[in-house]
């Protein structure tokens, strides 16, 4: 088995709060296990590029409560390509490194899967994304954050319509999974919850919004995952005031906003147990995993099923919502 001397580490895809603390966790877990470790900047663009620096342990030094990410972050369109991902190896053999971390989402970890067996090269995933989506952990490093800015923003949202008698949709992030519309939409107690796991029927929502009325509630929050099959929040508000125009109608979409900020206790705690169970899983020898935890538990998924394996939406949760926002 190859001895480990150097390693990388990039951060790639969507960037979410938490990267910086299991960045930390992956430099300072290497130098304390003898390791020289590499930055490399922005994602497997970086890579192709040859942006690679040295970190030592003062380069992590006061970025824990940091949103973002110090590597900066890409999606890179060249490492799809062969030629692409020849680059990135060449440039990893010039600065010696054996192994490679890579924190992101499934774009990431599809891209060291095919990286990782085409070179032989080492590679451990950590599971970097606001948007929840992979199997393989109950939480991703950011969902947590990005609940908690959905959250205070929904209930800001929630001070305005009451005051104007007034429906908001809030459109908020995900790509095509439900879990930010789900999570915070309890926590927001929103009066719905539209996601792309379950069939979003208007003419359902519209009686309900009636019936609400007739029990004198004259306002609400819906919370609307933006991969939803009946539309973004825009279209659904249009179809909702075709047959219900006497409610005044207003649209947030909550964006990027969602992705910034401090990242919670709850993501550092996760980014930091993670990042350092990365070096500890190369050095045993591990590769072509993603690190994640269940049930408290460290778990290693193969990068393959750790993006096509979806986790599942937990739909008990959502019928719950709807009994409690009567
Ligand atoms: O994957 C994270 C995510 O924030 C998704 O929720 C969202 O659909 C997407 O990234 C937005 O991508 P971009 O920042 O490239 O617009």
């Known amino acids: 088995m190859l001895k480990i001397k150097r390693i990388g580490i990039l951060t790639s895809g969507g960037d979410s709060p938490g990267m910086n603390a299991a960045i930390r966790a992956v430099v300072r877990t290497g130098i304390n296990n003898d390791l020289e470790v590499y930055g490399i900047m922005s994602g497997y663009q970086g890579l192709i590029k040859n942006e690679i620096a040295r970190m030592e342990t003062s380069s992590v030094a006061n970025i824990i409560q940091r949103g973002g990410t110090i590597l900066k972050s890409a999606r890179s369109e060249d490492f799809k390509t062969k030629e692409g991902r020849e680059k990135a190896l060449n440039n990893l053999k010039k600065h010696k490194i054996d192994a490679l971390v890579v924190i992101g989402g499934d774009g990431t970890f599809t891209g060291a899967d095919i990286f990782s067996r085409e070179h032989d090269i080492p590679m451990i995933g950590l599971p970097g994304t606001i948007d929840n989506d992979l199997y393989g952990t109950d939480f991703t490093i950011g969902y947590d954050t990005a609940l908690n800015n959905v959250v205070m923003a929904t209930d800001k949202i929630r001070d305005t319509a009451i005051a104007h008698n007034r429906l908001f949709l809030i459109e908020v992030m ?83 906003i969602q992705r910034g900020g401090p990242p919670s206790c709850a993501d550092r705690v996760l980014a930091s147990r993670l990042g350092y169970e990365a070096v500890r899983a190369l050095l045993k020898g591990r590769s072509g995993v993603m690190v994640g935890e269940i049930d408290n538990k460290i778990v290693y998924t193969p990068f393959e099923n750790a993006v096509k394996q ?9 019928e719950m919502a709807r009994v409690l926002s009567i």
Do not use: C, W
């Open 174 to 256: 995900g790509r095509d999974a439900g879990f930010i519309a789900l999570r915070s939409g309890i926590a927001a107690g929103a009066e719905d919850i539209l996601i792309p796991e379950t069939k979003t029927y208007i003419s359902e929502l519209i009686s309900k919004l009636k019936q609400s009325r007739r029990k004198n509630k004259m306002s609400g929050i819906i919370i609307v995952s933006e991969g939803d099959d009946a539309g973004g929040a825009y279209d659904i508000a249009d179809k909702i005031k075709e047959s219900y125009p006497e409610y005044e109608i207003r649209v947030t979409i909550l964006g990027h």
């Open 310 to 318: 979806h986790h599942k939406i937990n739909k008990p949760l959502l």
